[in-house]
């Protein structure tokens, strides 16, 4: 009896002990996943701890270890300078910018351009970065040789020739805009619907009224056409003839509610219509 309670215990202590060892030699996971052991010797075990609170050796610090990386000594590439020049370039027209920030933005977002530029003289946002740079702080020539250079290496963008188009149309080069988008209708893409609203409206801003009618009908029924040259004619200051485009919108279509509502609103006493009407059907106007 003496002796099978004696061989109990003894196995339950050899268990007890056999776990505490295996909790002690448990290796924390690395912060870095499992590393490879390259050296091509045995990696040193944890050290058993005393029951004291002590041990032989001193304690290793607990949690992940931080490395701090070595400073790149590789310029920034050009993507991350156009990045960083996109963004001084919107502080520096932000409103809540304040103004004497504003130049040291527009030279650091030009000076960022320019080295990416040089970096990378085909990288092509760095080269609308620069022209569009030069659009934005009204030097006009610098940003139409950008632009140019731009559509040079890359002459199917379409979209880049409709902005240069809205950028002369800004300027209040209602010309040049008209142009540009002839340029882009003519050469890149002749069916783009974007170009040619905005071609009609520019149209209506030379004095091409018949012209920009004809545009704006080859994207949308007679009656809406009428109806956003209607809107843009009132707001150069010419009701009359504004009416007169209505007149004819209604008589295209005569359950286009739009028109109707814009001519009753034409033909009531100022200030007793909507202060708000919607007198556009649809498309881009250019900023008066």
Not at 129 to 155: C, D, N, S
Not at 184 to 190: F, K, M, V
Request: aromatic share 8%; proline share 9%; hydrophobic share 40%.
């Amino acid at each position: 009896m003496d002796g099978r309670v004696c061989f109990r215990w003894l196995a339950f202590g050899c268990a007890v002990a056999a776990a505490l060892g295996c909790n002690r030699n448990a290796v924390q996971p690395s912060p870095f996943g499992q590393m490879p052991n390259t050296t091509g010797t045995p990696a040193p075990t944890a050290t058993a701890k005393s029951m004291w609170g002590g041990g032989a050796n001193a304690a290793t610090p607990s949690g992940p270890v931080e490395l701090t990386p070595p400073p790149s000594t590789e310029p920034p590439k050009a993507e991350t300078l156009v990045a960083l020049a996109d963004v001084r370039m919107d502080a520096a027209f932000d409103e809540k910018t304040a103004p004497g920030s504003r130049e040291p933005l527009l030279d650091m977002a030009r000076e960022g351009y320019q080295k990416a530029l040089k970096q990378d003289p085909k990288n092509p946002s760095a080269m609308l970065g620069i022209a569009r740079f030069y659009a934005k702080v009204g030097e006009k020539e610098k940003a139409l040789e950008a632009y140019k250079k731009y559509l040079t290496a890359h002459p199917k963008d379409v979209k880049v020739a409709h902005e240069v188009a809205i950028v002369h149309a800004r300027w209040k080069d209602w010309p040049g805009a008209v142009a540009w988008c002839q340029f882009a209708l003519t050469h890149i893409d002749p069916e783009n619907r974007d170009v040619k609203k905005f071609l009609g409206f520019c149209q209506a801003r030379i004095g091409k009224w018949d012209e920009a009618l004809a545009t704006l009908s080859q994207i949308m029924p007679e009656a809406q056409a009428r109806h956003n040259l209607a809107g843009l004619l009132d707001h150069m200051g010419y009701p009359e003839h504004s009416k007169q485009q209505l007149q004819l919108a209604m008589q295209a279509d005569p359950n286009y509610a739009q028109a109707r509502d814009f001519f009753t609103e034409l033909t009531l006493p100022r200030g007793a219509a909507d202060p708000e009407p919607v007198r556009q059907a649809s498309g881009e106007q250019p900023a008066p």
